[in-house]
């Protein structure tokens, strides 16, 4: 029952499929206009929030910047309060370690709180394969896996679905994983959260073993932090015997204090709160707990290495580039192929699994590059200039790069550009709509601007510039267009005019 | 090579070339509550804050605060409480069940409701911190009971986030609670009442 991500076809082929799908765009729409009027509200209302915005940024670079002296002050914090630590530099890793720590206590199931990194490295399925059951708790969460389902955004996984949808899922799916829904179960919100309860209920009160990630690890105290709305993090995180947290290594922040900073930028991005319902933070072995601490490296060090890329462990996983983002309200989050989805995901994917297969290195280009990711992000990720430095790095066809460096000769050099306009506009009669041959994928999604009866240049050269004065003198001022704004102006009205009269017919 | 060498090893390659970042310790990035627009008072601000959770809140003073409590309970309905250990006298009612031995979470779950005092509370986000100090008891007290009555003496009332994390100790586990459990989950939407308490109620003593 359990979806994958795995074999997806590359964002364009996603995207198409998802722009076609009327109830999925109305959902999407809703909800994603709906959080951003909250974000924009909750942001708005507190002083200084460039201020704390740059502060995240720096903190986190700083952190970045000194990863391995912070990493070993957070294992000895943790070890000097009761806890275990473990080290996993990949998936395969990560997912033994946790096996292994769940047999140990002699149990077959777990519940688990929602975490991006344990979905990254395909925990619940790896752990599935040893015999162990894995319970999500966290109610979207639980949405997307009774419905066999993939999550498609960081915070809301099951934004896709409205109340009606998520109603068919309980009434049809909860029996067959515990209790089930309710007779006679209604679509409002309330009704399906009450249902939600009651399914879980039994399960927290009697868990032995909970897995968890982390939003943030504070290096200096060894102290973990989750932030939650619902209370089943916390049920997961205070019942259970045995607590298991699987935290990427980019979590760090270096002391108590900075916690500050993070603690308001995140609940008013991410679900434009002034505070989340519930954040617990806990250090070692609390109440007598035993708990182990997986730190998780999965691709993060090679990001770290790429000095424009590096900018995107920085990310609180906020997801308010998910919800400003025109890209990701038409296409979801399933078109990205990734548990990462939207901008940051079109930036995190590619450089945490390379960019060898075709989904991966078509995300760099799941953008319109109009930068309103960047302008939300709350520790300003400048997720535009990390897009075009991956395009740089992605493969590109053949013919694409025989078109890049024949308009790159023709360019060098305004003589050449002269006489490829020259050339261009003798034959205008001929371009046909649609390019021949592999340019074919440039025209399918794009119109050939329609070519004018002459160049600007040779306009420029045979008006002087619009002035009526010798052609010789223009030139001059042409040389100079930047600084005599106005006259340029005036000619390009005078063109404009000619344009409509006559369609440049000559 | 242990994969814990081999990630110490990694990361110190990738950041060999990177310049040096140092970080802004802007702890007191917000200026304090009572700007402009703003209710100067901290207990104001604090019981405004809360009510937009949609969370119960009475400001009373030390005289009131037992009657207060005492009729919050009857209203809910609850005649027998769970209290923590070391909760003041004065607000704690002749009828409640203690965690001594310490309650099952089946117990836990069959209460009518739990009664406890705080750490520290921040105006600004409306946030109740437990620590579970005196008067507040293990993390399960306040998580699985479905009402939860919360006493918050005006002198806990800080104005920023910043100022509750110097007062608070990382080594306790902590609780943060900005009012009723709640969820986001269908359609971005914040519906009160999942799997924590589905009612909070705070009385605030000046």
């Known amino acids: 029952m359990t979806a994958t991500f795995l074999g997806m076809p590359a964002f364009p082929a996603n995207a198409a499929r998802a722009v076609h799908d009327a109830q999925l765009r109305a959902n999407l729409r809703k909800a994603t206009r709906t959080i951003r009027d909250r974000r924009a509200a909750a942001v708005a209302e507190l002083p200084g929030w460039e201020r704390l915005r740059a502060a995240g940024r720096q903190i986190k670079d700083h952190t970045l910047r000194n990863l391995d002296r912070y990493l070993l002050r957070m294992e000895e914090a943790v070890v000097r309060a009761g806890g275990h630590v473990h080290w996993a530099a990949d998936a395969a890793e990560a997912n033994r370690i946790v096996a292994g720590l769940v047999e140990a206590t002699g149990e077959n199931s777990a519940v688990k709180v929602k975490s991006m990194a344990t979905q990254e490295i395909g925990l619940n399925e790896a752990l599935a394969a040893r015999g162990i059951t894995v319970h999500e708790t966290d109610l979207a969460e639980l949405i997307v896996q009774l419905g066999g389902d993939l999550p498609s955004h960081i915070l809301v996984p099951a934004i896709h679905r409205n109340r009606s949808e998520i109603r068919e899922i309980f009434r049809t799916r909860m029996g067959a994983r515990g209790r089930p829904a309710p007779e006679g179960l209604t679509d409002e919100p309330a009704a399906l959260a009450e249902a939600a309860r009651l399914h879980l209920r039994e399960r927290f009160l009697a868990a032995k073993v909970a897995i968890s990630g982390a939003n943030f690890m504070i290096a200096e105290t060894g102290t973990l932090v989750v932030l939650e709305s619902e209370g089943n993090g916390r049920m997961c995180l205070t019942l259970p015997r045995t607590l298991i947290s699987v935290v990427g290594i980019e979590k760090l922040l270096p002391t108590w204090r900075d916690l500050a900073v993070f603690l308001q930028l995140l609940p008013r991005s991410s679900t434009g709160e002034r505070m989340n319902p519930y954040t617990s933070t806990w250090t070692g072995a609390a109440e007598g707990q035993e708990f182990h601490l997986v730190l998780l490296d999965n691709g993060r060090t090679a990001v770290l290495a790429d000095e424009v890329g590096r900018q995107a462990l920085r990310c609180i996983r906020c997801s308010a580039c998910l919800n400003v983002c025109p890209v990701y309200e038409r296409a979801g989050g399933h078109a990205y192929g990734s548990v990462y989805p939207g901008p940051i995901g079109a930036i995190l994917t590619p450089q945490l699994h390379g960019m060898a297969s075709e989904l991966e290195a078509s995300l760099p280009y799941a953008s319109t590059l109009c930068g309103a990711c960047f302008d939300v992000c709350p520790v300003a990720i400048d997720i535009p200039e990390v897009l075009v430095h991956l395009r740089g790095m992605a493969p590109h066809p053949r013919a694409e790069r025989l078109a890049m460096r024949a308009a790159g000769w023709v360019l060098d050099r305004p003589e050449r550009l002269g006489r490829a306009e020259r050339l261009g506009l003798r034959l205008r009669r001929f371009v046909p709509r649609r390019l021949p041959g592999p340019l074919s994928a440039w025209t399918d999604t794009r119109d050939l601007p329609e070519l004018p009866a002459e160049s600007f240049r040779d306009w420029w050269e045979r008006t002087g510039g619009g002035s009526g004065r010798p052609p010789e003198r223009a030139r001059r001022v042409g040389r100079r267009l930047p600084v005599r704004r106005s006259r340029a102006h005036a000619g390009d009205r005078e063109r404009q005019e000619r344009g409509e009269r006559g369609g440049g017919g000559r | ?206």
């Open chain 2, 1 to 206: 090579m242990t994969s814990r060498e081999l990630i110490l090893a990694r990361i110190r390659a990738a950041v060999a070339s990177a310049p040096e970042a140092e970080a802004v310790r802007a702890h007191g990035v917000s200026p304090p509550a009572g700007e402009p627009g703003e209710p100067g008072d901290p207990v104001e601000l604090f019981a405004g804050r809360v009510a937009d959770y949609r969370a119960t809140v009475h400001v009373t003073d030390g005289d009131g605060a037992a009657g207060v409590i005492a009729a919050a309970l009857a209203r809910r309905g609850v005649s027998r409480p769970v209290v923590p250990d070391g909760l003041p006298g004065e607000w704690t009612p002749a009828e409640f069940v203690a965690d001594d031995p310490p309650l099952g979470a089946g117990e836990l779950d069959r209460a009518e409701g739990v009664l406890t005092g705080c750490a520290v509370a921040i105006a600004r986000t409306g946030t109740i911190v437990l620590d579970t100090g005196p008067g507040q008891g293990r993390r399960m007290l306040t998580l699985v009971p479905d009402y939860h009555l919360c006493v918050v003496r005006a002198g806990q009332i800080v104005a920023e986030v910043a100022e509750a994390l110097e007062r608070l100790d990382p080594a306790l586990p902590l609780t943060w609670i900005s009012g009723p459990s709640a969820t986001s989950d269908i359609e971005l939407n914040r519906v009160e009442g999942v799997h924590g308490p589905r009612t909070l109620e705070v009385v605030v003593v000046r």
